[in-house]
């Protein structure tokens, strides 16, 4: 006490407002502030087939669903002399070995870098191309996440214990590759018939009698398909039987929009003042109603987006998002803070990263383990805590999203991680990088169904090692 107040005393005199300030930090680089620099003006004009769209139109949420490409004819329409003929054959092969139906926003189309189409990240995420995809892994399967094995009624699934998935309908305004319910999402593809979700108020019917009979249930995330297909009139009355639930606290509306078509938010303002209503309802019966969204990408978000962004922050709702890990998208430390920053510049909470889920056709998008457990370690320090994503696996199996550091085993050689669930499921949950990763006598391995086994019940077998040696030296019971 005494040493610190002498400290105190002996300081220097206080300075005044005209002092210069001294700066103990360098000055920044300017194009470390890159993510305050948006994309303006009419890039879309520089489609052949926007060239002569005005901004009004391009803005006008039905026009962009109007003219969104849905086969590789359409696209071929839109960009023209923008590719050559051998990129458009190898889409079409693409379209037709893919488990996903095709549907690109002209927002999306016009974001693409169309003179590098093979490395442009929207590109990646939206349009496959036949000669990039690889064989996917032998331990995948279509609902790898058991969202069905865990759904009480068709649509519903209810895998923790105060919060359930529920899944609206089966549209959204794109088609993600990469899509986790290919299982249900989109029309039946040449590879995938398709589980039907439709949006019928007798399945949600069904759906609310069971969330009410479960006292346990809190919170529950509507999605889909995407909450931006649902007219503003099923909006509410979603938003309203489960805010008139007593033991119901917390919804979420789940949608892909903001990221893909952003002008909705601007210009369809019957949506915006349902959603702002329920929230308005909720808030005042103590309820948190929020939208989460889904932006992979730096390049997703334009001044169309911050302004309408800034529209749903004006109307007090809060945004979060929720991110996929994609090779050759966001997989570097540089592009993964740029979106960090660039999504907190428009005031939404970077809530999650998900290393990439086990789905049909695109292990060409999926990263290793490991990846993940890099960029979180960049990306932790250079922003706001709550700006920070908790990088997840949402684990094979029906384990639920584990955070990527907790493996209880990773065997970065045969990219076998094991997870644990204590509190949602007994039983170990495995994640698997990427075989093409991996180095050539372990890729001959997983080539063999017999070898396959043996190294996941090693892997299996180091986990349980490693959890009986912490548990007999932790004191938590
Ligand atoms: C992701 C998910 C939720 C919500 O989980 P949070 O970690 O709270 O975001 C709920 N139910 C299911 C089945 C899910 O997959
Ligand atoms: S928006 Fe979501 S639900 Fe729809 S296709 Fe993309 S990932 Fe799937």
Redesign the pocket.
Known sequence: MDTQLKTIGRGPAAAGPDDPIKHIKPSVDPSTLHHRQLLDGAFWQRIPAYREVTEAQFLDHQWQAKNTITNPAKLLAAVQDLVPQAFIDDVSEGFHRSPMSIRVSPYLLSLIDWADPYNDPLRRQFVPVASKLLPDHPKLTLDS?H?QA?APVPGL????PD???FLALDTCPVYCRFCTRSYAVGVDTDEVEKVSLKATEERWERAFRYIAERPELE?I?VSGGDSYQLKARQLTLIGNRLLEMPNIRRI?FATKGPAVMPMKLITDTEWVDALAAVVEKGRKLHKEVVL?THFNHPNEITAITKRALDIVFERGIIVRN?CVLQRGVNDSIATMQLLVKRLGHCQVHP??VYVHDLVKGVEDLRTTLQTALDIEKAVRGTTAGFHTPTF?V?APG?G??RVAHSFEHYDRATGISVFAAPSVKPGFFLYFDPVDTLAPDIQARWASPTEQEVMVEAAIAQARANMDATASASSVR
């Open positions: 996440l969202e865990d699934t209810h895998r923790y919060k359930a998935l919170d995330v979420r989460h929720q809530y999650y997840v949402d029906g639920g999203k």
